[in-house]
């Protein structure tokens, strides 16, 4: 772990935290990162009991005023006993505690630190269980989205699994700093929407968001169209054009498709976010920004480094907070919320009154494996309330590609019932098969059309069989 000096005179706990949290360790990987999101409290120490980091949650629960950092010592500043004997003993320490606020802070433990022999301070950790039942205020936001939830925009991206509310969490997290955020995942996982949603709850809110899709512009206009260039600078440069990267001064840059950025323009964007410097093309005056970045792509960055397409010092540089958005087909319980979220938003848009999905409808939605995820599950509901009129959208409303897995599906779980058995233990005869098919069809789907159509029969079909196993009269 990275040690750094802390402590400029009046500054306060925050400031210094921030400060430091957004530095970075040579090879781009920023571990205090790692402490930033773990949920309990954490404290290091040096060899003299100087502290040399904490993270957001030890902060809020000793330092809720901001007390100035300067010259903080474990041992003259009235430490917890806990950290303090692991200090003292060079041994591990545990314990409880009660802060002064009355939250009790439980599975505190403190290890001392060596190097080659030689003792370089003491680490923390502080666990959080229950409040004081004589405290009634509510101190501190804390433990994930159990208390912490998601707020602003970050509210509005539907998502109730665990998954998708853990990412969401640290994005949120990731947006009251400005380290550089890489948002990997398929296609149509909702990449943009985070992107946007962590400039909008930053502290740039106000400045520009500007987006630039790397894989939709030809390489060859790369380089002016994030810089910019200067009248003349190659044929049909008849005047000077302003980048995306000064457009988004004092906002943020967000990099869509960054897998298909060519090498040449990594190491030029490598620069920018190093020294936070460019030129024009054509031009020699140098721009200086203040640019946040944050990335995106639904490409394996890892192997195209390995194979040499991707920069391992520009991947580095990108993936200070990398946050991976799951597919919809890990998160399908979903399905419903987004559904309903979607026939609400393009009704709405189309001045229609809002459609129904029934219950098979959306079993057959939940079994599809959804390949284009959130995009494709958003245009097939808008296609289908721009063609249907009918209140209620069942499973033969579906693109078939959808509603035949469900058939496959559901005719090979137990509970439809499909016999290969009949009740005397013999194997069936095909006739008891169609029977019993034609039966649960027309039980499950109502009338002959839907159940026709499910079964890739005409209705009279399905009628003429219906009366011949005397399934209806
Ligand atoms: N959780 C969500 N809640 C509501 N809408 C969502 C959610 N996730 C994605 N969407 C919507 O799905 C569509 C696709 O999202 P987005 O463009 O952000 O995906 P992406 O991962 O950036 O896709 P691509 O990689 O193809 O650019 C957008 O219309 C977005 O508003």
């Known amino acids: ?131 004081d039942a004589n405290r009634s205020t509510k101190i501190y936001e804390l433990k994930g989205n159990e208390i912490m939830g998601l707020k602003g925009p970050f509210k509005e991206i539907i998502g109730e699994s665990e998954n998708i509310k853990k990412v969401l969490l640290m994005a949120q997290r990731a947006s009251q700093i400005t380290s550089t955020v890489l948002i990997r995942g398929e296609s149509g996982t909702g990449k943009g929407l985070v992107a946007e949603a962590i400039h909008k709850y930053s502290q740039r809110k106000d400045q520009p968001f500007v987006v630039v899709n790397c894989g939709a512009i030809p390489s060859t206009l790369l380089e002016s169209e994030l810089f910019g260039h200067e009248q003349g600078a190659f044929t049909g440069a008849i005047r000077k054009k302003i980048g995306k990267f000064e457009l988004a001064q004092g906002g943020t840059i967000f990099l869509d498709e960054i897998g298909d950025l060519p090498l040449e323009m990594q190491v030029k964007l490598l620069r920018v976010i190093q020294e936070k410097r460019f030129e024009r093309v054509g031009g020699n005056e140098t721009l200086e920004v203040d640019v946040r970045i ?10 195209m480094v390995k194979e040499g397409d991707f920069r391992e010092d520009f991947y580095y540089r990108l993936n200070v907070i990398p946050l991976c958005l799951p597919s919809l087909r890990e998160r399908m319980e979903d399905i419903s919320r987004l559904t309903k979220h979607f026939v609400c938003k393009i009704s709405q848009e189309m001045g229609k009154s809002p459609v129904e999905f029934s219950r098979e409808a959306l079993e057959a939605m939940s079994q599809y494996h959804w390949p284009g995820n959130i995009r494709e599950l958003e245009n097939l509901i808008e ?68 159940a026709g159509k499910a079964l890739g029969i005409t209705h009279k079909t399905v009628a003429f069989k219906a009366r011949k196993y005397k399934i209806i009269d």
């Open 294 to 303: 944050i990335s995106a792509t639904n490409k394996d960055l890892e192997k």
């Open 383 to 450: 296609r289908i309330i721009a063609l249907s009129s009918k209140e209620i959208v069942e499973i033969y409303d579906l693109p078939d590609y959808i509603s035949n897995i469900y058939e496959f599906v559901s005719s090979e779980s137990p509970e439809t019932g499909l016999i290969n058995m009949n009740n005397k233990g013999c194997i069936a005869t095909l006739e008891e098969y169609e029977k019993e098919i034609i039966e649960s069809a027309i039980n499950k789907f109502g009338s002959f059309n839907a």
């Open 1 to 131: 772990m990275k040690i750094i000096e802390i402590g400029t005179k009046g500054e306060t706990n925050r400031g210094l935290q921030k400060k430091y949290n957004e530095q970075q360790i040579p090879h781009g990987l920023d571990y205090s990162l790692l402490f930033e999101y773990c949920d309990q409290g954490i404290c290091v120490t040096d060899e003299f009991g100087n502290i040399k980091y904490i993270n957001d949650h030890y902060y809020r629960l000793f330092y809720p005023k901001g007390v100035p950092m300067e010259k903080k010592n474990i041992l003259k500043d009235n430490h917890d006993k806990i950290i303090v004997n692991a200090f003292r003993d060079r041994k591990s320490t545990q314990g409880t505690l009660v802060n002064q606020a009355g939250l009790i802070i439980s599975e505190v433990q403190a290890w001392p630190m060596f190097s080659k022999n030689q003792f370089k301070g003491v680490v923390a950790s502080y666990g959080i269980r229950e409040r």
